[in-house]
């Protein structure tokens, strides 16, 4: 990833932090309402798990690919990040869609204000570490990756990086 879009990047990945809690829980692939969730096994919330070791890229960052209702999804590793944050075209692989009239104001980063739809993810899972219930709000327009934040990391009991790998569990 460029190193010019990383500022823009973290500068939503903070302002997505000032998001405030709450949101609908909304449909999967198989197309269902908006009142219908994102679902997939049934989740383990307790916080312990076999742990899951990502390893440090070349650009710096740690990449994982979720599993969220059976599509893999590939997420940047932000810890400064208070929310998992979807792009539109995660979402719409998600089955998830949204209007115009559904975006909120969620912070504001670098480039202003930043607008996006909280949503509620029934099930995400990364190797083992798998959680229900997680947070997270749709940014359709100005993020090239989706990022996965602490209402996802908060949840485990342990993250660490050592060297390069970052382990999750």
Same mark, same amino acid.
């Given at each position: 990833?460029?190193?010019?879009?990383?500022?823009? &990047?973290?500068?939503?990945?903070?302002?997505?932090?000032?998001?405030?809690?709450?949101?609908?829980t909304v449909a999967g692939k198989a197309g269902g @309402?908006?009142? /219908? @969730?994102?679902?997939? /096994?049934?989740?383990? !919330?307790? +916080?312990?798990? %076999?742990?899951?070791?990502? $390893?440090?890229?070349?650009?710096?960052?740690?990449?994982?690919? /979720? %599993?969220?209702?059976?599509?893999?999804?590939?997420? &940047?590793?932000?810890?400064?990040a208070s929310m998992v944050a979807l792009t539109g075209?995660?979402a719409r692989a998600l089955g998830l869609s949204w209007?115009?009239?559904?975006?909120?104001?969620?912070?504001?980063?670098? =480039?202003?204000?930043?607008?996006?739809?909280?949503?509620?993810?029934? =099930?995400?899972?990364?190797?083992?570490?798998?959680?229900? @219930?997680?947070? /997270?709000?749709?940014?359709? !327009?100005?993020? $090239?990756?989706?990022?996965?934040?602490?209402?996802?990391?908060?949840?485990? $009991?342990?993250?660490?990086?050592? +060297?390069?790998?970052?382990?999750?569990?």
């Amino acid at each position: 990833m460029d190193s010019k879009l990383l500022l823009p &990047l973290f500068a939503i990945a903070i302002a997505v932090g000032w998001f405030f809690p709450g949101g609908e829980t909304v449909a999967g692939k198989a197309g269902g @309402s908006a009142s /219908a @969730s994102v679902a997939s /096994a049934p989740a383990q !919330n307790d +916080g312990s798990f %076999d742990p899951v070791t990502l $390893d440090r890229r070349e650009d710096g960052h740690f990449y994982a690919t /979720a %599993d969220i209702g059976g599509t893999p999804v590939t997420f &940047l590793v932000d810890t400064g990040a208070s929310m998992v944050a979807l792009t539109g075209n995660d979402a719409r692989a998600l089955g998830l869609s949204w209007s115009n009239g559904d975006l909120q104001h969620v912070g504001r980063g670098v =480039n202003g204000d930043v607008f996006g739809k909280p949503v509620m993810l029934e =099930n995400v899972a990364i190797g083992d570490v798998e959680l229900g @219930s997680v947070r /997270a709000v749709i940014i359709p !327009n100005g993020l $090239d990756i989706s990022l996965l934040g602490q209402s996802f990391l908060e949840r485990i $009991d342990n993250v660490r990086i050592e +060297g390069g790998r970052m382990t999750l569990g």
